[in-house]
């Protein structure tokens, strides 16, 4: 079904010719017929980056190892290891990583078993398990996700650095 005009118009007859026939098919737009047609819309990419370069290690790959790097890293499988990107790192639902993550963005909606370290930001989506602690400048933990560890949000490491000092110099 169409939610459009179509409408053809005749061409001028020339001598000798059989007119054309004109058809018009129109079809008016009822609210019925604008609400039957779904919106789709792609899934959210919270941590895309601008140039839409991202590594991605498959859910059907288990991989032990080490990443390094300075771009952007999804795990949709198994991973055992530590991480250490510059860009954003997304574990997947139903993805699982075993080890140290630090990354600048990081998007857990799998489990993660092991410590996030120096992140801008750490968002826990729903069904997200995290089972260490959690080093960020602001966290966002979704209802239905689960943490067990120690989480410090909101301090960067010079306020970290000065609390420090004024504590060994008070003797506390």
Do not use: C, Y
């Amino acid at each position: 079904m169409a939610l459009w005009k179509e409408t053809t118009t005749p061409a001028p007859a020339t001598p000798g010719s059989t007119p054309p026939v004109a058809s018009v098919h129109e079809r008016p737009v009822t609210p019925e017929v604008a609400a039957a047609a779904p919106v789709r819309r792609p899934p959210p990419q919270p941590h895309a980056r601008a140039d839409g370069v991202e590594s991605v290690i498959a859910a059907n790959l288990t991989i032990e190892g080490k990443i390094e790097g300075s771009g952007s890293v999804r795990i949709a499988g198994k991973f055992k290891g530590d991480v250490r990107i510059d860009g954003n790192f997304t574990i997947e639902a139903g993805a699982h990583l075993t080890g140290q993550v630090i990354a600048a963005v990081v998007l857990v909606a799998g489990e993660l078993q092991g410590n996030i370290e120096s992140a801008k930001r750490v968002d826990v989506m729903e069904g997200g398990v995290i089972v260490g602690d959690v080093k960020a400048g602001s966290i966002t933990v979704a209802a239905g996700s689960r943490m067990r560890g120690n989480v410090q949000f909101g301090w960067d490491d010079e306020k970290i650095a000065k609390l420090e000092l004024g504590r060994t110099s008070d003797g506390r």
